[in-house]
């Protein structure tokens, strides 16, 4: 409907001023309004309805993006949900028997899936709030479409002003080509007159229209840019927090897969169950260990950090423990025995001792 209303008023101007101008051509008025100031005036007010209706279109843009941003990403909060519900069902249920590593994994992953959704569905409800709903009361409302009206009402009564001006003109050739008709030069008088009065009041009218429209205007800006930059600051504050969600899956993620990685697999590599703590301490001879004695040179080694045992075939180690290296893995573990318990931990968690206090020495085994 606006588009047609614009395309008839393009029209009636057109009309209007080809009317104009043969008028003009034919009884030779120049152009009535040389007030320099109402010129101005009219030029202002011309680039203050342009101004405003590009303003108002760039608003109405981002309305709909917004609004399309929404659906979009209402649509994904659903589907992220259910991907963080089957996560933490499966890490729930997970009946696996070589390990819990990739349930504990995709009940983090649920947890972090689940954070994140709710922080997008809050950066959706702030775009709306925050920027939607203001833009588009003032696309729809009064102040504007009131200027606007102002605007329009001027332009009308200039091109009235106009048509009366050349009114006057051809008039005032009548009364040169017939001087002395009483009727004639009443009817150019009362002519005259209704011109000064059109434009009386279309100087009022105009400094109405330019007020507005330049309050609007204003408002326009501030309203627009104050949104944009709550939309940044809304959208910067949800990529951080995701961020900092992400980092912190990540972490627990690769932690644990180098963990994995990192532990030998007792199965492949062959590897000797330790020696009892009978055998160590030598209560009976075994050729297991004669062997192991005459291949392996045993060392000690100080625990620099706590280790935490994850299966049966690791060993627990608590900062300051000295335990007796047996083995060394080529992928970082070492097999040894602590406080009369054997099993395999990370090398990196501990450091070569050619000398230890006796004191620790007694509780090795």
Request: charged letters at 30%; hydrophobic letters at 40%; one cysteine or more.
């Amino acid at each position: 409907m606006e588009a047609i209303w614009k395309q008839a008023s393009k029209l009636r101007d057109q009309v209007a001023r080809q009317q104009q101008a043969v008028m003009k051509q034919f009884y030779g008025s120049d152009n009535v309004f040389t007030d320099e100031a109402e010129v101005k005036q009219h030029q202002k007010l011309e680039k203050l309805y342009i101004s405003t209706r590009a303003a108002k279109h760039f608003q109405r843009d981002i309305v709909r993006g917004v609004e399309g941003y929404i659906v979009t990403g209402s649509k994904q909060v659903e589907i992220g949900n259910k991907l963080s519900e089957d996560s933490q069902k499966y890490g729930t249920e997970n009946t696996c028997t070589s390990g819990n590593t990739l349930a504990k994994a995709a009940l983090a992953h649920g947890r972090a899936r689940s954070l994140m959704e709710k922080d997008r569905n809050n950066l959706l409800k702030a775009l709306g709030t925050q920027v939607a709903e203001p833009l588009r009361a003032m696309v729809m409302g009064a102040p504007l479409e009131d200027a606007r009206h102002l605007a329009q009402r001027y332009d009308r009564m200039r091109q009235e002003a106009e048509a009366q001006a050349i009114e006057v003109s051809k008039r005032q050739n009548k009364v040169r080509e017939s001087p002395g008709n009483g009727e004639l030069i009443t009817k150019l008088e009362a002519a005259e007159h209704k011109l000064q009065e059109l434009k009386s009041n279309m100087s009022i009218l105009g400094k109405e229209a330019v007020a507005a429209m330049n309050a609007v205007e204003g408002q326009q800006q501030r309203l627009t840019l104050q949104r944009l930059i709550a939309m940044v600051e809304s959208e910067r504050a949800y990529h951080q927090r995701v961020l900092q969600i992400l980092d912190q899956l990540e972490g627990e993620m690769v932690s644990e897969r180098q963990r994995i990685e990192a532990s030998p697999n007792l199965a492949n590599e062959n590897v000797m169950q330790p020696p009892s703590y009978e055998e160590v301490n030598g209560m009976f001879a075994s050729p297991r260990v004669d062997e192991l004695n005459e291949s392996i040179e045993y060392f000690l080694a100080e625990a620099i950090q706590a280790y935490r045992a994850e299966s049966e075939v690791e060993l627990a180690l608590s900062a300051g423990d000295i335990v007796v290296v047996r083995k060394l893995s080529n992928n970082g573990w070492a097999e040894g025995e602590c406080k009369g318990k054997a099993g395999w931990f990370p090398y990196a968690y501990t450091e070569k001792r050619d000398r230890v206090l006796a004191s620790k020495v007694a509780h090795i085994f």
